[in-house]
Every structure is written in structure tokens, then in C-alpha cells.
């Protein structure tokens, strides 16, 4: 069996609301929504968390996460990139446990309705061969709205006036395979078009709009 790890960063500090990735959302810690839809993952084969907060650490593990080891510091920074705590993760997996999974996938504890359906429905697309699979959303962009960098000192007004479709990325879900020799060209991209998908809990509107949500009878799994 491919072995799919799936990492769920959750760092201790946050701008927007105060102890975030544990806040209370409708009974349940916000991060706990992430661990327990990966865990109905039938192609899921483990599940960690990634932090720097002991406190987090006990909450992950009582929802059945692993806690492996803590993050460093010098990672758990605004500055610090995803990359760089995912590549840390992985590479301290391989050197401590000698375990180098097939593929990974960053779940981010923020996204609080993602369903095992669709996890594994990604996770397929990385066992399939492709070299990364990522959630994004469509966005709406108005003619001149924005504008591109040209020469130093210069911008360019964007398109032709015409509104325009476009689409960001989404923590929702991204993966790739850590196999090497891996065509780095093929890569899958799922459109999230519901709401609930791409909702990503950053203000207290956000987490206003999730409590709702999950008062109304929607389940994140």
C-alpha cells in the first residue's frame, strides 16, 4: 500500500483571531475538523500535526493526531513559508524514523468543511501519478482592477478592460508526490465551487459564518 501522509500545520501565533487553530467552533477546537477528516480517509494512511504549542499538541493527540516531534521555533514565525514546514517534517521523518511516505498532503486546520470524499477523491489523483494536486477557487476580476509589474518605476493596467476569471489556490487541500523523478508538469487542479469548501477561518466574520453553518445542519464529514 502508498503510504499518503497527511500534515496539518498549526503554529501557536496568529494575527487575526487569538488562539485560532483551537478556538471553539460549535463544541469542537477548530483544528479538530481536519484531523477527524483525515482520519475517515480510506487513503490517509497517517496523520500529524505540526507545531510549536504543547498546548495544541495535547488537543491534536486527544482528537488522534500524531505529535512526532515539535516544531522549531524559527518555524512557527508570520515569515515562516509552508514549504519550508512541510520540508522539515518530512525530512526530519526520514532522518528520525527512516519513513519517507509516497506522497503527503497539507491539510490547513483553518478549512474547517472538507469532506474525507473529497480528500480521498484527491488523494486518488496523487496515486494516479499526478506530481501535485491542489484545491482552487474560482475568483472574478474586473477589467483594470489590478496590474501587473512592467520596467522599474512602471505597472500595467491588466487585460483590455474586459472583467476576466481567474483562480486562486485554497488550503483545502494540496498534495504531491515525494517519489523521485516525478514529472513536476503534471499537476491536477480541483475547482472548489460550494461555499463551506473554501471557507477559511481567519476573522471573527469567518468564524461567525462556520458556527452558522454548522447550526444550520451542515457537516464538515
Known amino acids: 500500500m502508498k503510504e499518503i501522509l497527511a500534515i496539518i500545520p498549526a ?9 485560532k487553530n483551537i478556538i471553539n467552533v460549535c463544541g469542537q477546537p477548530l483544528m479538530s475538523f481536519a484531523i477527524q477528516s483525515a482520519l475517515r480517509c480510506k487513503h490517509i ?6 507545531t510549536d504549542s504543547e498546548r495544541i499538541a495535547e488537543v491534536a493527540k486527544e482528537y488522534g493526531a500524531e ?6 521555533n524559527a518555524l512557527a514565525t508570520d515569515r515562516s513559508s509552508l514549504n519550508d514546514v512541510t520540508t522539515y517534517t518530512l525530512r526530519r521523518l526520514e532522518r528520525e524514523e527512516l519513513y519517507s511516505p509516497y506522497a503527503a498532503a497539507v491539510l490547513l486546520p483553518t478549512s474547517p468543511y472538507r469532506r474525507p470524499a473529497l480528500i480521498d477523491m484527491l488523494c486518488e489523483k496523487l496515486l494516479e501519478g499526478y506530481a501535485s494536486v491542489q484545491t482552487v ?4 476580476i474586473d477589467g483594470f482592477s489590478h496590474c501587473t509589474p512592467q520596467a522599474e518605476g512602471m505597472l500595467s493596467l491588466n487585460g483590455d478592460g474586459a472583467p476576466g ?9 494540496s498534495g504531491f508526490l515525494i517519489m523521485p523523478g516525478v514529472d513536476q508538469t503534471k499537476v ?21 459564518l462556520a458556527r452558522c453553518l454548522l447550526n444550520s445542519g451542515m457537516h464538515a464529514f
Open 188 to 208: 491536477y487542479h480541483h475547482v472548489l465551487s460550494e461555499q463551506n469548501e473554501y471557507l477559511d477561518i481567519d476573522t471573527e466574520k469567518d468564524l461567525a
Open 67 to 72: 505529535i512526532p516531534f515539535m516544531r522549531l
Open 11 to 19: 503554529r501557536e501565533g496568529s494575527k487575526g483571531l487569538r488562539n
Open 45 to 50: 494512511t497517517r496523520v500529524i500535526v505540526s
Open 165 to 173: 476569471e481567474f483562480y486562486r489556490p485554497y488550503g483545502t487541500f
Open 137 to 140: 477557487r474560482r475568483i472574478r
